[in-house]
């Protein structure tokens, strides 16, 4: 089973910047999609990032421009580089990993914004 490790997150002010990563306890492999969710209070959560085995990627509208999400198969780490930050991005923010042996979440962390 594979368990996904979120270090970092924080707090910044608007218009700062915070970098998450996401470690895998086991490989990941190039086939592995890896997302980024987030989950404000009292609200869904909700998809912000993807990037496939090809590195192609993909954003929510809402952070298009502003966010970067990047990976290291052979450290078995995802990022998300988060620039230009919002009070409205304050959220729980989780990774999430996809291939054949399944789909496994991190335990979530914690980024806020003041304005």
């Known amino acids: 089973q594979l368990q996904l490790v979120e270090p970092g997150g924080g707090s910044v002010q608007a218009g700062g910047s915070l970098r998450l990563s996401c470690v895998a306890s086991?490989?990941?492999?190039?086939?592995?999609?890896l997302r980024w969710y987030r989950q404000a209070p009292g609200k869904q959560r909700d998809l912000v990032a993807t990037i496939t085995g090809a590195s192609s990627t993909n954003y929510a509208d809402s952070v298009r421009g502003r966010f970067t999400i990047s990976r290291d198969n052979a450290k078995r780490t995802v990022y998300l580089q988060m620039n230009s930050l919002k009070p409205e991005d304050t959220a729980v923010y989780y990774c999430?990993?996809?291939?054949?042996?399944?789909?496994?979440w991190g335990q979530g962390t914690q980024v806020t914004v003041s304005s």
């Open positions: 999430k990993s996809e291939d054949w042996r399944g789909d496994y």
């Open positions: 086991g490989r990941i492999l190039v086939a592995t999609v």
